[in-house]
Structures are given as structure tokens and as C-alpha cells.
């Protein structure tokens, strides 16, 4: 359909080419790539953070979170945060203005990290946030770039990878949250996800009122709960869900890592090249997230592929497919009923039930968006109907749009910032509506027929 096999058929070359050639040619810390970026997660190393910088490339495409914060001429800090499976994760605060200022912490999604938030310049949300007065901490999830260290266990460990969304939701972000509110003194904050990071939360949330209690406003940009109807890469990787040795052998077995290296070399020597290999980048990206490039500034373009396509596990992408394969929200199959029996005393994994989530939230969905369909929004606004706020609807939207998109300040984070005001000052206590209350309000929101689905 939509001449989409081809487009997969394409998508599996480039993957198995990426694997077969590029992973073993532009290994970490290979002079020949003329790419290094070992010292990027802090995992010991020189200091000098990526080695080499071509005069023709823009320097924010080698720059971590804290550079980008500083380069945008605000105080970056750094706090290491572990959790009680022994991951240390790094997340960063652009320091507040003053002291005792509400929290807002932002969540990255899937192969991504905290740098795709300030990627803007001062337009990013986190510098628009703070420049309204609030104390912005930006998370990051076990086994991306800034979260490589353990207390016993090595990269190089395949235990080290046993991870999926589930644990970033059940496990980071409580630690993470926790952490935040030790070192502000504050009692809740505004918690904004993108992509993965809204499963993190509608799964954390949903699962431990005691970490919900802990969130005033939930926003969630590119909405993902279930995904049965996402197109693209992810759609793909469902067909072999079965298989599972042969996704182990496409994605790698433990971390899932195709990217970082082979993409940084792709974003400051190929794309830039001329409007041929630039297409080419675009589209790999495009078919990733949606086919649309208009919404972002193009001059920039360098800079969002080199933060782009950070590591994760293997096992969290398997999950994901299992999502979009079962069409259910659930913590991770082990393929078979004794396998589940052993993690969790029954034979089929267990069902998140998020219709139990009691946080105020803001959904911010895209028209265009491949990975958070309408349909599966329209069925998260029914399921968690007593806890909206408000549905921001944005047509030509696709997936990055949220944070990378030119428009983004104006269509989604003044509307949020309007609504998070209206929290810090005043509202004692949200009020959570009737169904038929909500569905009242919800009529004002247009998203016509698609009620069908
Ligand atoms: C960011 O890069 C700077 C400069 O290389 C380095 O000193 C710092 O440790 C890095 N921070 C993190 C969290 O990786
Ligand atoms: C990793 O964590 C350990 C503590 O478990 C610490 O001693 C070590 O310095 C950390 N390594 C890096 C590179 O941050
Ligand atoms: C695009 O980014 C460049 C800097 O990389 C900036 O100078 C320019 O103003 C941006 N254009 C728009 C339309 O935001
Ligand atoms: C496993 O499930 C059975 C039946 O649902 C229950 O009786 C038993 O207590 C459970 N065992 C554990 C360790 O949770
Ligand atoms: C709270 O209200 C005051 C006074 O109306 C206003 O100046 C301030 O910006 C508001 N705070 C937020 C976070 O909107």
C-alpha cells in the first residue's frame, strides 16, 4: 500500500548496509572516519569531547547539552542520577534565574537525548521556559549518550542492554523526578515528553500514583501510547517480531547503535555536500518520523541529523514493534509462556492500564505525525479522558515538529506556556471532569470524523 513495500525494501538495504559496512568502518574513535565522539557521554578518554571539527561545519553540531546551553548564554549544570538498578544517568538544568522557580522537566523520545531540545538556538523550549521563570532540568534515559555508566555493569555487558521504555518509565523517571524535586526543595513539576518520552510517562503515571502525585501538568508533545497504526521504520520491524534472531542480527545484538557514528558522519560530510546526497539524507530521516522538511530551517539541517539517531537497547526497538505488532500497551513479551510465567507470574505479558492515570494533560498531536497516527490519538483521548486539559491539533505536524519545527514557539509552546501559567498561579487543584463534562469541552476541538475510529 502507498508504494510502501518499496519503501521498506530500500529501508532494509540501508539498514543491512549500515550494519555490514558503515558500523565496522566508522567505529568510535576511528582516526580513518575522521569522527570521534568517545568523550560525548563522558565515558572517560580525553576531554576534548568530539576530536575533529571541519571549518565549513556549524560547531553546535559537535556540541553536548551543556555546551548548548552555555552557547546559548545560559548556566548549564550537571547531575548524575542513580537509579536502583545501578544506571547512572546525566541529566542536565539550565540554572533559573532565581531560586524556588516552578520546575519544568523535559523528556527526550526514542534514539534520541536531551541535545534535541536545544537545537533552536534561544527559539528551543527549554530557553523559552526559562525566560518565564522556570527552573528547567532535562532528563535522559539508560543507554543513550549521556547515560553509558553503571555501578557494576559495562556497556560491553549484554546485561547492560536488558532494557526497554518499560524501565525508563517505571524505574528513570521516578528516579529522575525524585532527584529534581531533592535538589529544588519543590513539591511537583511540569513534566513535558516528546515521542517515547510521553510512553514514559502515561505508562509511570499510570502504574505509580506516587510518582503521578509528583506531576501538576503533564504535556505531552507527539502523543504515544498505543501505536497500532504507525507507519514507517517501526511498521517495518513489526513484520519480523516473530523472527527475533533476525532482528537481532539487522539491529544488533544489545545495543542498538546504527546510528550515532555513521549519522554524524552523514550530517557533517555527506548532507551538506549538494542537493543530491542532502535529498537522500531527508528522506532517510523523513521516512523515520513523516515526509515533510518544510517546517524545519533548513541551514540547520546539520545540526539536527548530528544530535539525531542516539543509542538505545535493542530490546527497547523490539518493544516498540510489539506494540504497533499487538496493537496493545504492555510491558515486554519474552515470546513465550514460560518465559513470561518466569518475569511475571503469568504466561502473557501484563496489560498498562493508563486509563487510571490522574495527571492534568495536554496532548499535542500532528496530522502528520507517522509514529503518533490520529487514530491511535483519538483512542489515547477517549481512554484517558478525565485527565485533558486541552488537545492542540496541528494538521501538517509530523513527529519532530513538536521541538524542531520553525513554528513551534507559536503553535505549541505559547499555547502550553499560557496553560502552565495558569497552573503555577492560582488553580488550587485540578479539577478532573465527567466524561460528558470533557466531551463537551473536547467539541471544540476539530478533528471531525476521525471520532469513527
Ligand atoms: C561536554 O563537553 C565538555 C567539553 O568537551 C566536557 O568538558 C563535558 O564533560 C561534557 N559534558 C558531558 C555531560 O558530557
Ligand atoms: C562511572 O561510575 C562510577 C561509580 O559507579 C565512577 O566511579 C566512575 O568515575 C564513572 N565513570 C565515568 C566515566 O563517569
Ligand atoms: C535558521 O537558522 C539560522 C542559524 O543557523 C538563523 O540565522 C536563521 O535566522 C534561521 N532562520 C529562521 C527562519 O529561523
Ligand atoms: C502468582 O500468581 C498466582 C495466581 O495468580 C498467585 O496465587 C501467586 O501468589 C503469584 N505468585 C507470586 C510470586 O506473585
Ligand atoms: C503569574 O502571575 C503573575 C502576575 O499576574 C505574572 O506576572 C506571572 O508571569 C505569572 N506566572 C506564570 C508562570 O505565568
Not at 232 to 243: M, N, R, S, Y
Not at 307 to 319: A, E, G, L, N, P
Request: net charge negative; charged share 20%; proline share 4%.
Amino acid at each position: 500500500m502507498y508504494g510502501l513495500s518499496g519503501v521498506c525494501v530500500l529501508v532494509v538495504l540501508w539498514l543491512v548496509v549500515v550494519r555490514a559496512t558503515f558500523l565496522g568502518r566508522f567505529r568510535r574513535d576511528d582516526p580513518e572516519s575522521g569522527v570521534s565522539r568517545s568523550n560525548h557521554g563522558n565515558q572517560g578518554g580525553n576531554q576534548g569531547g568530539y576530536t575533529r571539527i571541519d571549518a565549513d561545519v556549524d560547531p553546535e553540531c559537535f556540541m553536548n547539552s551543556s555546551q548548548l546551553i552555555a552557547d546559548n548564554g545560559y548556566i548549564p549544570e550537571t547531575h548524575s542520577v542513580t537509579t536502583e538498578d545501578g544506571y547512572i544517568l546525566q541529566i542536565f538544568r539550565v540554572r533559573p534565574k532565581k531560586e524556588k522557580s516552578p520546575v519544568a522537566f523535559l523528556q527526550h523520545g526514542l534514539t534520541s537525548s536531551s541535545d534535541t531540545f536545544l537545537l533552536n538556538l534561544r527559539s528551543s523550549f527549554p530557553f523559552i521556559l526559562h525566560e518565564q521563570g522556570y527552573d528547567v532540568w532535562l532528563g535522559n534515559v539508560r543507554g543513550n549518550i549521556y547515560c553509558m555508566n553503571h555501578t557494576s555493569l559495562s556497556p560491553q555487558d549484554k546485561e547492560f542492554w536488558d532494557f526497554s521504555f518499560q524501565e525508563m518509565g517505571e524505574i528513570d523517571l521516578p528516579a529522575m523526578v525524585d532527584y529534581v524535586l531533592k535538589v529544588t526543595g519543590q513539591k511537583k513539576i511540569f513534566y513535558t515528553g516528546h515521542s517515547q518520552g510521553t510512553e514514559m510517562g502515561f505508562l509511570g503515571f499510570s502504574s505509580n500514583p506516587d510518582l503521578a502525585s509528583k506531576i501538576s501538568l503533564f504535556t505531552a508533545l507527539a502523543p504515544i501510547a498505543r501505536i497500532s497504526y504507525a507507519k514507517g521504520l517501526i511498521a517495518l520491524l513489526k513484520e519480523f517480531v516473530d523472527l527475533e534472531g533476525v532482528l537481532y542480527w539487522l539491529l544488533g545484538n544489545g545495543q542498538f547503535d546504527p546510528p550515532s557514528e555513521v549519522a554524524l558522519y552523514f550530517a557533517t560530510k555527506i548532507c551538506p555536500e549538494d542537493a543530491l546526497t542532502r535529498g537522500l539524507c531527508e528522506t532517510l530521516d523523513a521516512l523515520a518520523s513523516g515526509f515533510d522538511i518544510s517546517n524545519i530551517n533548513q541551514t540547520r539541517y546539520p545540526i539536527y541529523r548530528a544530535h539525531d539517531d542516539q543509542s538505545t537497547s535493542t530490546k527497547d526497538i523490539i518493544h516498540w514493534a510489539q506494540l504497533l505488532r499487538y496493537k496493545r500497551v504492555q510491558k515486554f513479551d519474552y515470546g513465550s509462556g514460560k518465559a513470561n510465567m518466569a518475569r511475571y507470574n503469568q504466561t502473557s505479558p501484563p496489560l498498562y492500564d493508563i486509563s487510571k492515570m490522574r495527571v492534568p494533560t495536554i496532548l499535542v498531536a500532528g496530522g502528520n505525525d507517522w509514529l503518533g497516527d490520529t487514530r491511535d490519538v483519538m483512542w489515547l483521548i477517549k481512554t484517558i479522558y478525565p485527565s485533558i486539559v486541552k488537545v492542540l491539533f496541528i494538521d501538517k505536524y509530523n513527529h519532530d515538529d513538536y521541538v524542531l519545527g520553525m513554528d513551534a514557539p507559536k503553535q505549541v509552546y505559547s499555547p502550553v506556556l499560557e496553560i502552565m501559567g495558569a497552573f503555577v498561579n492560582g488553580s488550587k487543584g485540578y479539577q478532573f471532569l465527567t466524561n460528558s463534562e470533557r466531551m463537551e469541552r473536547l467539541g471544540t476541538v476539530d478533528l471531525g470524523s476521525l471520532w469513527e475510529f
